[in-house]
């Protein structure tokens, strides 16, 4: 998948889709859940885990159009088109890829799935839209390199309030990259993130969401990007650029052949 959230160069305005690298799960099973199913904790963050060890893909009450944006690495916003049941109905999927499949490997494997067992069809367009351009500073960033045996994770822990209510969000990245930050960033700020530090491996870091009185909400865009900024030591601005939009042309709500 195109896992970084970036301004990505097409060959033409509308192309037909193709994968270029074909890859498909060993065996998968897909489940429709009922109507009154609910949405996964984390999943409007972008914050789900669907790969566990040993080659194992599992997703439990997953909307295709979530589905859609975790394979290809790309926001809410970042497609259109397609039927209403994108995002109401849900599904179990279990799958089973070889166990020493990568992260990017099994996402490939996710969108063979779609576009076999759902008949996904879709284009792209180029448009020009608001970016988000992330860089280093003067400063080193706070960033620390990951320590030997620690296990990738990124905890959210909300700070409750005297009225049992998050005041504010200390958020923790274990052997996180910084690419894997700006994925899920990207979703709390409606934008792509462009990443333009240069930065690769994975690393540890904290920062804190504290909210104010001119924006109460901890996630509220501003103050992501002031933690990124003031926190991480980056440095954040705002522009435009051509970003690729997915385009639905067709998809079946039951999967073929289950």
């Given at each position: 998948?195109?896992?970084?959230?970036?301004?990505l160069?097409?060959?033409?305005?509308?192309?037909?889709?193709?994968?270029?690298?074909?890859?498909?799960?060993?065996?998968?099973?897909?489940?429709?859940?009922?109507?009154?199913?609910?949405?996964?904790?984390?999943?409007?963050?972008?914050?789900?885990?669907?790969?566990?060890?040993?080659?194992?893909?599992?997703?439990?009450?997953?909307?295709?159009?979530?589905?859609?944006?975790?394979?290809?690495?790309?926001?809410?916003?970042?497609?259109?088109?397609?039927?209403?049941?994108?995002?109401?109905?849900?599904?179990?999927?279990?799958?089973?890829?070889?166990?020493?499949?990568t992260?990017?490997?099994?996402?490939?494997?996710v969108?063979?799935?779609?576009?076999e067992?759902?008949?996904?069809?879709?284009?792209?367009?180029?448009?020009?839209?608001?970016?988000?351009?992330?860089?280093?500073?003067?400063?080193?960033?706070?960033?620390y390199?990951?320590?030997?045996?620690?296990?990738?994770?990124?905890?959210?822990?909300?700070?409750?309030?005297?009225?049992?209510?998050?005041?504010?969000?200390?958020?923790?990245?274990?052997?996180?990259?910084?690419?894997?930050?700006?994925?899920?960033?990207?979703?709390?700020?409606?934008?792509?993130?462009?990443?333009?530090?240069?930065?690769?491996?994975?690393?540890d870091?904290?920062?804190?969401?504290?909210?104010?009185?001119?924006?109460?909400?901890?996630?509220?865009?501003?103050?992501?990007?002031?933690?990124?900024?003031?926190?991480?030591?980056?440095t954040?601005?705002?522009?435009?650029?051509?970003?690729?939009?997915?385009?639905?042309?067709?998809?079946?709500?039951?999967?073929?052949?289950?």
């Amino acid at each position: 998948m195109m896992k970084t959230l970036a301004i990505l160069t097409v060959f033409g305005l509308s192309i037909n889709h193709c994968h270029c690298q074909t890859l498909s799960f060993e065996v998968a099973s897909i489940t429709p859940c009922t109507p009154d199913t609910p949405e996964p904790p984390g999943e409007h963050m972008g914050m789900v885990r669907f790969i566990y060890p040993g080659g194992n893909f599992t997703a439990k009450a997953t909307s295709i159009k979530y589905l859609l944006e975790w394979a290809y690495g790309i926001l809410p916003a970042q497609h259109s088109g397609g039927p209403s049941w994108l995002e109401t109905q849900r599904y179990d999927i279990l799958a089973k890829a070889p166990a020493d499949s990568t992260d990017h490997q099994i996402k490939l494997m996710v969108q063979t799935l779609l576009a076999e067992r759902f008949k996904l069809k879709f284009h792209t367009e180029e448009k020009e839209v608001p970016v988000i351009l992330v860089s280093l500073g003067k400063n080193e960033p706070k960033l620390y390199p990951a320590k030997e045996g620690e296990v990738h994770s990124l905890k959210v822990m909300p700070q409750m309030g005297p009225d049992q209510k998050p005041n504010s969000f200390h958020v923790v990245a274990t052997r996180f990259s910084l690419e894997e930050l700006n994925e899920t960033f990207a979703r709390q700020l409606g934008r792509v993130i462009v990443d333009q530090t240069g930065l690769k491996g994975e690393f540890d870091f904290a920062l804190d969401m504290t909210p104010d009185e001119e924006r109460p909400n901890p996630l509220d865009p501003a103050i992501v990007i002031g933690a990124m900024r003031d926190q991480l030591g980056l440095t954040v601005k705002s522009q435009k650029g051509p970003v690729n939009i997915y385009v639905i042309d067709s998809i079946e709500m039951v999967p073929a052949g289950n």
